[in-house]
């Protein structure tokens, strides 16, 4: 069932603002990954021990995606924006200002609360505007992390060469304030109840085809997203330590994270177009499969050219993956929890890059390789592909929404 406010003209005009906020507001999520050989070297610390800033980034951003969810459903996106950027900012000066890597490390914990906003909680709210389209929305929200993956980077490795990583931070808190806040309160107007009855309807439907409660599903979900991310993880975190270890330099391997991060952007683009017509299990189906034989393809080729290649080609299979997680909760699951229910299988995903990105630090740490660490990326992906083989085997079609 839908209501007129779904798919409407200020459904796309909210989309267009939620992409912009997103886009800004992810920033702090890369920033760790370009800066992790400096900290590395300023701190004189080991491969795992430099992992550790972006391991507490990740847990922050985990937490915040489900805390920050559950305050968008009470009180709306607007304030938890607003005390959002405030807290991204804050975290931003309490890095630069850190003496130690373990004190560098919790202030990036309060950088993953603060950043989370612009995920999990961003698309649980832009769900609500759309019901035929939501798959492209959702998809569209979730590209902004990606994007902010692909811009900043290389943007921030410039900054970073001529002045040193705390400039690069004290930058990012002044764009999170500039931007953020005054393009939050375009964002106040309420979604009507009308619509949300109309939503919980067709989700009541889907619920009964895949015979399984709220929670249980919440659960499994969780699980399949912790597999996914680890093996995500290897090549998105490590991917300028791997360039430099290798002779290429950071400046090769921000690039490589861009090329990786554009692909996911086009790969979440058309993962949402084909979502409205699969459905979010089928499309988490595909784009598993799909990184798993990217994760293939690094383990005998370590050429510039190839890595080149195969970032690019990891970037266009992986990027549907997490989104499709929010669309399957948002088929089967209540739209009135949808903050608390996205908010908690996307903090899985999370910490599930959060334990990869340590657990291939560590491994590097044992081994001096990342062959070993590609391997184990690869078998927590076949965790994910076989939970979300045995969904669809007991899914059957999708409820179709019908106007009211």
């Known amino acids: 069932m839908t209501h007129p406010v779904h798919d409407s003209a200020y459904s796309w005009f909210r989309l267009a603002i939620t992409l912009a906020i997103a886009a800004v507001s992810s920033a702090g999520m890369w920033a760790v990954i370009v ?5 590395e070297a300023q701190f004189g610390t080991g491969r795992a021990a430099s992992s550790m800033p972006y391991t507490l980034t990740m847990i922050g951003f985990a937490f915040g995606n489900m805390w920050l969810g559950r305050l968008v459903d009470r009180m709306g996106v607007t304030r938890a924006l607003i005390g959002a950027a405030l807290l991204s900012a804050l975290s931003y000066l309490l890095a630069t200002l850190a003496p130690t890597i373990q004190l560098l ?25 759309f019901m035929r389209r939501r798959g492209i929305a959702v998809a569209v929200v979730a590209s902004g992390n990606y994007l902010a993956g692909a811009i900043w980077p290389a943007l921030m490795a ?3 060469a001529g002045r ?26 309420r979604l009507p109840d009308e619509a949300h009855l109309a939503a919980a309807a067709t989700a009541q439907v889907n619920a009964r085809s895949v015979g399984l409660g709220p929670r249980p599903l919440q659960y499994l979900l969780g699980i399949a997203g912790i597999g996914c991310c680890v093996a995500m993880s290897m090549p998105q975190v490590h991917i300028v330590s791997y360039c430099v270890g290798l002779g290429y330099g950071p400046a090769v391997g921000a690039e490589m994270l861009s090329l990786m991060l554009l692909g996911g952007v086009v790969s979440r683009i058309v993962s949402g177009l084909v979502a409205d017509r699969l459905g979010g299990l089928r499309t988490l189906l595909i784009g598993s499969v799909l990184q798993c034989a990217a994760l293939f393809l690094f383990l005998p080729y370590d050429g510039m050219v190839p890595l080149y290649v195969i ?37 899985m995903t999370i910490l599930g890059m959060a334990l990869g990105g340590w657990m291939s630090g560590w491994i590097y740490d044992l081994t001096s390789s990342y062959q070993l660490a590609f391997i184990n990326g690869i078998a927590w992906n076949a965790l994910n592909i076989a939970i979300a083989l045995w969904l669809l085997s007991r899914s059957r079609p999708r409820a179709h929404a019908v106007p009211v």
């Open 35 to 39: 800066v992790m050989p400096a900290i």
């Open 105 to 129: 490390s919790l202030a990036h914990l309060l950088m993953g609360l603060g950043t989370a906003i612009g995920f999990g909680p961003l698309m649980a709210d832009i769900s609500h505007w």
């Open 158 to 160: 410039d900054v970073l």
């Open 164 to 189: 040193g990583w705390q400039a690069v931070y004290l930058s990012l808190a002044v764009l999170t304030l500039a931007v953020v806040i005054p393009l939050s309160l375009v964002l106040r107007r």
């Open 311 to 347: 970032s690019t080609l990891f970037g266009l299979s992986q990027g549907g993956i997490v989104p499709s997680y929010a669309l399957v909760v948002r088929e089967y699951m209540p739209p009135r929890e949808a903050g608390a229910r996205v908010g908690f299988v996307l903090m």
